[in-house]
């Protein structure tokens, strides 16, 4: 049942292209897109994995050798991008300077996990396009689409609610994600890895416990211990309205980063902005 239903999301994505991206951090989730692409997409598809390190001790080098020893078996191409090397500091640097201007008037400024989520995808994103892939699989379950769904409607964010869909009209500058496992729930996705004895990383990020998300996640498994199916119902309506939305706010068009190059609504990318409040509130920690 499990791995019908991922056929399915696959099938539902093409096509998907000749050179396909996993975004593949060693943990569970990642792991099992991993090997249900490998086994499912034709044998004609060029798979290449992009892992990204973002500096995190006693936890990211654990799971990124996890990441390793599969795309070896595999025989894949395996392409490790680091926090370090591009943007020049490590996530373990940022809260550094985070706990240094815990005076700062907006906290979140400097949580670990805006900066982590932000520069992660929009490493991703920049590494996809250097690479030449078509589309980019990652490892999203239905628990992580339903917060994601959740957080950014009670929030009124219309432009990342629909940013979110599925199936996104295709914007210049932005590789396709394809999520196979957006329908399957984390506990099943689990026990599929242990089923088919992969092994992954079972470690915890020592930053996860700052997560605003955590308390969406929790407010979801709430729901679904009273309403099961809950979540399934949530993402069926979200899936229809997310069409309705498009028409009713259109995208606006994009521009260039003036720093990085990649595609913003804005004079500078999220990534870009966040970066040189890092180096702004750094200065002042220092002064």
Same mark, same amino acid.
């Given at each position: 049942?499990?791995?019908?239903?991922?056929?399915?999301?696959?099938?539902?994505?093409?096509? @998907?292209?000749?050179?396909? !991206?996993?975004?593949?951090?060693?943990?569970?989730?990642?792991?099992v897109?991993?090997?249900?692409?490998?086994?499912y997409?034709?044998?004609? %598809?060029e798979?290449?994995?992009?892992?990204?390190?973002e !500096?995190?001790?006693? /936890?990211?080098?654990?799971?990124?050798?996890? *990441?390793?020893?599969?795309?070896? +078996?595999?025989?894949?191409?395996?392409?490790?991008?680091?926090?370090?090397?591009?943007?020049?500091?490590?996530?373990?640097?940022?809260?550094?300077?985070?706990?240094?201007?815990? !005076?700062?008037?907006?906290?979140?400024?400097?949580?670990?996990?805006?900066?982590?989520?932000?520069?992660?995808?929009?490493? @991703?994103?920049?590494? *996809?396009?250097?690479?030449?892939?078509?589309? @980019?699989?990652?490892?999203?379950?239905?628990?992580?689409?339903? +917060? %994601?769904?959740?957080?950014?409607?009670?929030?009124?964010?219309?432009?990342?609610?629909?940013?979110?869909?599925?199936?996104?009209?295709?914007?210049?500058?932005?590789?396709?994600?394809?999520?196979?496992?957006?329908? $399957?729930?984390?506990?099943?996705?689990?026990? /599929? $890895?242990?089923?088919?004895?992969?092994?992954?990383?079972?470690?915890?990020?020592?930053?996860?416990?700052? $997560?605003?998300?955590?308390?969406?996640?929790?407010?979801?498994?709430?729901?679904?211990?009273?309403?099961p199916?809950?979540?399934?119902?949530?993402?069926?309506?979200?899936?229809?309205?997310?069409k309705? @939305?498009?028409?009713?706010?259109?995208?606006?068009?994009?521009?260039?980063?003036?720093?990085?190059?990649?595609? %913003?609504?804005? %004079?500078?990318?999220? $990534?870009?902005?966040?970066?040189?409040?890092l180096?702004? !509130?750094?200065?002042? *920690?220092?002064?």
């Amino acid at each position: 049942m499990f791995e019908a239903r991922t056929w399915k999301t696959f099938r539902s994505y093409e096509p @998907l292209g000749q050179r396909v !991206g996993v975004a593949l951090s060693g943990g569970k989730d990642s792991l099992v897109a991993l090997h249900l692409a490998h086994r499912y997409l034709p044998p004609s %598809t060029e798979l290449v994995v992009i892992s990204i390190d973002e !500096g995190i001790e006693g /936890y990211r080098p654990t799971t990124l050798d996890e *990441a390793k020893k599969h795309t070896e +078996e595999l025989g894949l191409e395996h392409v490790v991008k680091t926090f370090k090397e591009v943007y020049g500091v490590t996530l373990d640097e940022i809260v550094k300077v985070s706990s240094r201007c815990s !005076g700062d008037k907006d906290p979140k400024a400097f949580s670990p996990c805006t900066y982590c989520g932000v520069l992660r995808r929009h490493l @991703l994103n920049r590494s *996809a396009h250097e690479l030449g892939l078509d589309s @980019l699989i990652t490892g999203h379950t239905l628990d992580d689409e339903t +917060e %994601t769904i959740l957080m950014n409607y009670l929030r009124g964010d219309l432009g990342h609610l629909m940013r979110g869909s599925p199936h996104p009209p295709k914007k210049p500058g932005f590789v396709p994600r394809v999520k196979p496992l957006r329908e $399957a729930p984390q506990k099943e996705v689990t026990l /599929y $890895a242990l089923l088919t004895s992969l092994h992954p990383a079972y470690v915890e990020c020592p930053y996860a416990h700052l $997560a605003v998300r955590n308390q969406y996640r929790e407010l979801l498994y709430n729901l679904e211990s009273w309403d099961p199916g809950v979540r399934y119902s949530m993402l069926r309506a979200y899936d229809q309205i997310v069409k309705a @939305l498009r028409a009713y706010y259109p995208s606006p068009p994009l521009n260039r980063c003036h720093s990085c190059g990649e595609p %913003t609504l804005h %004079t500078l990318c999220r $990534a870009c902005t966040l970066l040189e409040k890092l180096h702004l !509130g750094s200065q002042g *920690a220092e002064a």
